[in-house]
């Protein structure tokens, strides 16, 4: 023991452990401790590389995907054949799911539940480590989404900044409950996701006030909530590309919010620098972003330029040294020096996937129309149709992010794989009708189609995105039904038989035409292995939906950016929504929060009473209909008279109650002055104003109270 380096010590403080190993490193350890890159090939398609050699000096390897006893044997060469032993650190894409994949987290968020989606973490970085030895998840993408046209707004929570956090944090818990040698990465640090025009990897101007009201809460409770790396984004923010801002890199993020483990750049982003207008000088691209607080760089090797830079004197080492220290606390935190291997596979927290699946994806499915009380469709169906190309297509389910999932249907099933299941003995005419895109299809087809619809006594229109329409680098401008899809509705509409859409999608799409041309619409997004199972469930009336959309619908493109937490006009015509254009009905098709169920749900009695450190609200919530369901109560503040004028609404809680019809109960909040009512002006600092506030549950009901 006398001989054993004080590092490899467990005992001792991370601190210790960390001051110790430093002072034993070369130049040139340090320097790779600062790079991660895949062994073989990368497992992100956006990022297509291949790396034959392994260093086993590396700090970090990413999107490996060759299974445990290869992440291992790679581990014993780091461990047992280099100088000092140091682990690598092994980071993977595990968004949704590994193989096994759960609604997309832009779903997860409608069901308003951290509970759902630590959930569905948890058990998906069990999966990965199992699977292939994952430390690090890159996940949470905790950016507060606001344009539909980007079509990265499927890997997060929404539109709300108090939604996104809460979920943010769930999501962080997740990756830790699953195992304590495991972190969350947030990403992407900060402002990508307003990128211009919704163009993915386009420069973003945000101003500061924006900043803290809005995009940089979600990640301060990410850092409170534990998340020991954070992924620094590809943007250019207000000029300055986010890999080099040191205002957000080293002020806000060490300075104010004192986050102690490590920045990685995002894939490429240092060596980006150049198309950014930066420098096309690797050293000096390196430089730049290590000095402004960057500590790692993913893929680009421009941080190998560093030890030349240190050796001949053009950068400090102490620079180096404060990024590797870094980088060996989250390694001696998450206990890699004592548990380098995966040994032996983690339990799942949930002991059956596929209910976890199903659950989740009858918790995460949104009715947007219910005409006619169409759905839950009546017992005792005989001819049945199923249209369209989403009815036989495993991608809508999997989506644009599931790397490994997306090459087998292992686990999923499709409508048309499940749909006798739910429908005993009934006779099923399905046909494709059209595909996706404009050049897949033809009229002939689409008549042949509704030929075999007009039979039927309900038609289920099975719409969307294909799962590869969303994601990275899948920005649309158009925000329709993609291809022929329109056309195949509205000829079958004529057919005047009980028309259901079922839809799946990425991101929130136009809607007018398609609410226009059917009795039903239920939103399913991209709902995981158990989706196609659970819309039957959901449109047989097994289950009662009760998802509550996160991201606001727009009607058309030129609306954007409808999101419902704007500030008010000027000239306020309505109570929620201004007169906005002379062409075009006020407001999004379908905001933020709107949800219907096979109930109906009826909102009394807010009242709002001074407690101890603050207020407490509630509201009596009936359920009117007859059938049980399950009601989010969303609760919004207004501040009419704000010294910064404040957003009309903006969410301070949520609550949730399920009830059989006839009941009632009472759905509580507590309004804590400082968390609640205080907002940041732009330099971060909150002011709490007395005056006159407003409370409104779901928009069903209000309250005013004073401060
Ligand atoms: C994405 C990141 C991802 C990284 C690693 C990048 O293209 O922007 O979100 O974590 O690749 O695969």
């Not at 000027?570 to 379908?590: H, M, V």
Request: aromatic share 8%; proline share 6%; charged share 20%.
């Amino acid at each position: 023991m006398k001989d054993t380096p004080r590092y490899k010590n467990p005992a001792l403080p991370v601190q210790e452990r960390v001051n110790d190993l430093l002072a034993r490193m070369t130049l040139h350890e340090k320097v790779m401790q600062l790079n991660q890159r895949p062994i073989g090939e990368d497992s992100n398609p956006n990022n297509a590389s291949t790396w034959t050699e392994f260093d086993p000096l590396l700090g970090s390897v990413l999107s490996f995907f060759g299974g445990v006893d290869a992440r291992n044997a790679y581990q014993r060469v780091a461990m047992e054949q280099t100088r000092l032993g140091i682990p690598i650190i092994w980071g993977f894409d595990v968004i949704y799911g590994y193989k096994h994949i759960f609604p997309i987290p832009l779903a997860q968020a409608s069901a308003f539940s951290p509970k759902l989606v630590q959930d569905i973490v948890a058990n998906s970085a069990v999966e990965a480590r199992n699977e292939t030895g994952v430390d690090l998840v890159f996940a949470p993408m905790c950016e507060v989404c606001r344009d539909p046209r980007w079509g990265r707004v499927m890997e997060s929570y929404g539109e709300d900044t108090w939604l996104v956090s809460k979920l943010t944090e769930a999501s962080v818990r997740g990756v830790a409950q699953a195992s304590p040698n495991m972190s969350a990465c947030l990403k992407h640090f900060c402002g990508y996701s307003a990128s211009m025009g919704g163009r993915d990897y386009h420069a973003t101007e945000i101003p500061d006030l924006a900043m803290r009201e809005t995009y940089l809460p979600p990640f301060e409770a990410g850092v409170k909530a534990g998340a020991k790396v954070i992924m620094s984004s590809f943007n250019t923010l207000n000029g300055i590309p986010a890999v080099r801002h040191r205002g957000l890199l080293n002020d806000i993020l060490r300075g104010e919010w004192h986050f102690p483990g490590f920045v990685v750049a995002d894939c490429l982003a240092v060596a980006q620098l150049q198309d950014q207008g930066f420098t096309a000088d690797a050293e000096k691209q390196a430089t730049a972003a290590l000095s402004a607080g960057n500590d790692m760089d993913m893929v680009s090797l421009v941080y190998l330029a560093l030890e030349k830079a240190v050796q001949e004197g053009r950068i400090q080492e102490a620079l180096l040294d404060t990024a590797v220290a870094h980088v060996l606390t989250v390694k001696f935190e998450l206990g890699l020096f004592e548990h380098p291997y995966i040994e032996e596979p983690l339990p799942f927290p949930a002991p059956d996937l596929a209910k976890l699946a199903m659950d989740s994806a009858l918790k995460t499915a949104v009715l947007l129309e219910n005409r006619h009380e169409t759905l839950p469709v009546p017992p005792g169906l005989r001819k049945i149709a199923l249209v369209g190309p989403a009815a036989a297509d495993c991608s809508v389910y999997i989506g644009g992010w599931a790397v490994v999932a997306k090459a087998t249907r292992e686990y999923t099933t499709t409508l048309r794989d499940e749909i006798s299941t739910y429908f005993p003995g009934a006779d099923i005419a399905y046909s494709r009708g059209c595909g996706f895109l404009a050049e897949d299809g033809d009229d002939e087809a689409i008549a042949a189609a509704v030929q075999a619809a007009a039979k039927s006594e309900v038609i289920f229109a099975a719409l969307g995105e294909r799962g590869n329409m969303s994601g990275e680098y899948r920005s649309r401008a158009n925000l329709g039904l993609p291809g022929r899809q329109l056309k195949l509705l509205e000829a079958l509409r004529k057919t005047g038989k009980p028309l259901v859409v079922l839809l799946f999608t990425g991101r929130p799409l136009c809607l007018q035409e398609v609410a226009d041309n059917c009795d039903a619409l239920l939103l399913l997004w991209e709902n995981g292995f158990r989706g196609a199972a659970a819309a039957w469930e959901l449109v047989t009336g097994k289950a009662t939906p009760s998802g509550k959309l996160p991201m606001s619908f727009p009607r058309v493109v030129g609306q954007i950016p409808c999101h419902y937490n704007q500030r008010p006009s000027c000239r306020s015509l309505k109570e929620n929504f201004q007169a906005e254009y002379i062409d075009l009905e006020e407001g999004p098709q379908y905001p933020f929060g709107h949800g219907l169920s096979y109930t109906a749900f009826g909102y009394d009695d807010l009242h709002i009473a001074k407690t101890g450190d603050g207020f407490r609200a509630e509201v009596t919530v009936t359920n009117t209909g007859k059938r049980p369901g399950q009601e989010t109560v969303i609760w919004y503040l207004g501040d009419p008279e704000a010294d910064i004028v404040q957003p009309q609404w903006k969410v301070i809680g949520a609550g949730q109650v399920a009830l059989a019809p006839g009941e009632k109960q009472t759905v509580g909040l507590d309004i804590l002055p400082d968390r609640d009512l205080a907002y940041p002006d732009a330099t971060g600092r909150r002011q709490l104003e007395p005056g006159r506030f407003i409370l409104n549950a779901s928009r069903r009901c209000q309250a005013e109270f004073w401060l």
